[in-house]
């Protein structure tokens, strides 16, 4: 069953596609029967659900592949109690003549693509408990109707696109007085909240977060006595907390986070039996308390309220200072002593520049040139680098997304270095180094660069990148793991496409390799490192184990595991203890363009007992290529063809397949275990725009 449902003990099982509805009727003709959900129907829900038995009394469709509207027929179902439709693909608006099934008590149409508004009719559902519309693309405001329910216990509007005001009819004493849960959070809610939300007297759970509501929290929340859990972030909620709020006695978790509330933390809190507390990034002041809930630093967050002190010393805050009236002759002796402090500090600063100006660190070069970022407004810009907006991970550090308010709301990516981890330091010098040194189209843009200290002071170094809104190549090559719908057109790369991507990578590497004065290693070249624009222009990145040519001779790094990059990517005789060179690039180079032509991992099962990604594309050639390419490749002729294309087929299919092996031969002939027979990759970069060329010639589009 589906998350939510209810199990029923007599439930009949059904798979298959629908037609004429024959099934559905089938199914429902015994009393309490009813089609059970997670099953593997698929298609259009047919109107003759209409024709189900009067005395069917569940029907639950969810967890299937059904799209479409949901038919009006099924408001005739009168004795319905239980319909779940959840995790389907239902578009439309939800049918009003959901308001006729008066004896429905529990009912869930979560995650589908429904739109619209949600009809006033389901005031009628006198009887409802339980109502689950989480995860659509509803619209327009609440309806005030819903207050009519008065026997619903949950009610789940979250995630849609609903705006205007919370109505107050939802909140009167003669309405949902038996409300256990409110959600109606990730919206597009203004306003306030009601001042009657104190007649939820047995609400136990309210989330009004992620929305643009505003004002004060309202005195009668008091009276939510049974009140256990409270989300108002991300709102812009203003002015001070309540002192009311110490008669919610069985609070347990309070996000207020992304707010604006002023003032000083109120000492009743340190009361309550809180196992949760955020106040993060509003403009809390004065002393935090140190007492209840705020003596465990892992239970509080208030972080990016920049004018508080004290508290316990995990926080990191600074010492309240108690502000006396300083003697005059006191004051002119400080004043003194600074001015002479400075002229030494500047004479010193003068003395060592010039020692250094012909060693700078590449962190200086880059922080000279670009916009000047503290560890604060990158904490700011990823909402105190929470789970949410974590994008990816890697061994010597953790690529958020966030907006970045010094940059004008810029969405950007911010690599956080593990320093834990002794080589990550290696590793942020490494890209600094590669960053400050090199500039091409076909490489992540470094933004800036920050290394400073955390709230704890630790250590704390981070990159921040553009951002790339269409990930990496390696989600678009294996999307099995994506959740949202890109998951379909990902499937759909299409061949020049492909190729487009290979020639951007190819040119980075040869920017790598040979258009700087001194010539540079990637060591980790793979589809998770090669990132996506809006535009799917390739760009190169994570320079972490770059190494510069002139410089390996003197480290002592290029025997170490962590210069070999990844396995399946890595050229072999680094693992013989060889020392790096653009043989090793291009050798990476060669079975990240494989993977793209076979949509085979490297790491693949398949790939055992000898066998390689190498190898299997090696015995293909040069008459069996059709039978390892992507299946993906060999269907989308199908994309490009049109009624007036059918004489012309067979000729582009000759050129496909021509290309499809010379781009395998370009993958082998990169990848041989020979490092001094491996192609240039400016060879490369030539064979591949002649593929290209002809492809496009024969009238072959972009997909």
């Known amino acids: 069953m589906g ?35 997670t099953n593997e129907f698929k298609g259009v829900l047919p109107d003759s659900i209409a024709n189900l038995s009067t005395n069917l ?18 408001g005739n179902l009168a004795n319905l109690y239980l319909l779940g439709m959840e995790f389907n693909q239902f578009t439309g608006s939800i049918p009003a003549e959901f308001g006729k099934l008066q004896k429905l008590q529990w009912t869930s149409l979560d995650h589908n693509k429904l739109s619209g508004k949600i009809p006033s009719s389901l005031g009628n559902l006198t009887s409802l408990t339980e109502l689950h519309l989480r995860n659509n693309k509803l619209q327009k405001t609440i309806p005030p109707s819903l207050g009519q329910c008065q026997t619903l216990m949950i009610l789940d509007l979250s995630r849609n696109e609903l705006s205007g005001s919370i109505p107050q009819e939802i909140f009167d004493s003669s309405s949902l007085s038996v409300l256990l849960k409110l959600n109606l959070s990730s919206n ?17 759970e309210l989330d009004v977060s992620e929305n643009r509501l505003s004002g004060e929290i309202p005195e009668s929340l008091i009276s939510c006595s049974s009140l256990e859990s409270l989300y108002m972030q991300g709102n812009m909620f203003e002015g001070l907390l309540p002192e009311s709020l110490d008669s919610l006695k069985g609070i347990q978790l309070i996000d207020i986070s992304r707010n604006k509330f002023s003032g000083k933390i109120p000492n009743f809190l340190e009361m309550l039996p809180l196992k949760s507390l955020n106040l993060s990034f509003n403009d ?32 990191g805050l600074p010492k309240c200072s108690k502000q006396k009236r300083m003697p005059l002759a006191v004051k002119i002796l400080i004043s003194l002593s600074c001015a002479f402090l400075g002229v030494i500090l500047l004479t010193c600063s003068i003395s060592w520049a010039i020692k250094r100006r012909v060693q700078k660190s590449p962190v200086v070069l880059l922080r000279k040139e670009l916009v000047q970022v503290s560890y604060n407004d990158l904490l700011k810009a990823t909402d105190g680098f929470s789970s949410e907006n974590l994008v990816g991970e890697g061994n010597f550090g953790s690529v958020y997304k966030g907006v970045l308010e010094k940059l004008g709301g810029e969405l950007v990516a911010i690599k956080v270095l593990k320093l834990q981890n002794e080589r990550a330091a290696k590793s942020f010098v490494a890209e600094c180094k590669a960053l400050a040194a090199i500039r091409h189209r076909n490489l992540v843009k470094v933004i800036t660069c920050c290394s400073s200290v955390d709230f704890q002071g630790n250590d ?5 990148y553009q951002f790339m809104t269409n990930g990496s190549l390696e989600a678009w090559l294996h999307p099995e793991a994506q959740e949202d719908d890109r998951q379909a057109e990902s499937q759909r790369l299409g061949l020049v496409q492909r190729i487009n991507i290979a020639i951007d990578v190819a040119c980075a590497m040869d920017c790598f390799h040979h258009q700087n004065t001194m010539k540079m290693i990637h060591c980790d070249l793979k589809p998770s490192n090669i990132l996506l624009d809006a535009d799917m222009t390739a760009h190169v990145g994570d320079f972490g184990l770059v190494r510069f040519l002139s410089g390996l001779s003197t480290s002592n790094d290029s025997s170490s595991g962590w210069l070999r990059g990844t396995i399946g990517y890595a050229a072999p005789e680094y693992g013989l203890g060889s020392q790096v060179s653009t043989h090793g690039d291009v050798y990476s180079y060669g079975i990240v363009l494989l993977e793209m032509m076979t949509g085979k991992r490297p790491t ?100």
């Open 3 to 37: 998350r939510n449902s209810p199990h029923g003990e007599n439930q009949r099982q059904g798979r298959g596609k629908f037609g004429d509805g024959e099934s559905l009727e089938m199914v429902g003709q015994e009393r309490g029967e009813h089609v059970a959900g």
């Open 57 to 74: 009394e569940r029907l639950t469709l969810n967890s299937n592949q059904i799209y479409g509207a949901i038919p009006s027929g099924i």
């Open 188 to 204: 597009h809610l203004v306003g306030s909240m009601p001042l009657n939300i104190g007649s939820l007297k047995n609400i136990m």
């Open 284 to 315: 809390f002041e004065g002393e935090v308390p140190s007492k209840g809930v705020f003596a465990n630093a892992s239970a509080i967050s208030v972080v990016g309220n920049t004018r508080l002190c004290g508290g316990i010393s995990k926080l």
């Open 460 to 464: 704390f170094k981070a990159l921040v």
């Open 604 to 703: 693949d099962a398949v790939f055992q007992e000898g066998l390689d990604l190498h190898s299997h594309a090696t015995m293909a050639l040069p008459d069996q290529v059709m039978t390892i390419v992507d299946p993906v490749l060999l269907n989308s002729e199908t994309e490009d063809s049109t009624n007036n294309h059918w004489q012309q087929m067979q000729t582009r299919n000759d050129i496909g397949n021509a290309c499809l092996k010379s781009l395998i031969q370009i993958g082998v002939a990169c990848s041989v275990e020979s490092p001094q027979e491996r192609m240039d990759i400016k060879d490369v970069i030539v064979e591949l725009q002649k593929i290209k060329d002809m492809l496009v010639r024969r009238g072959r589009t972009r997909h």
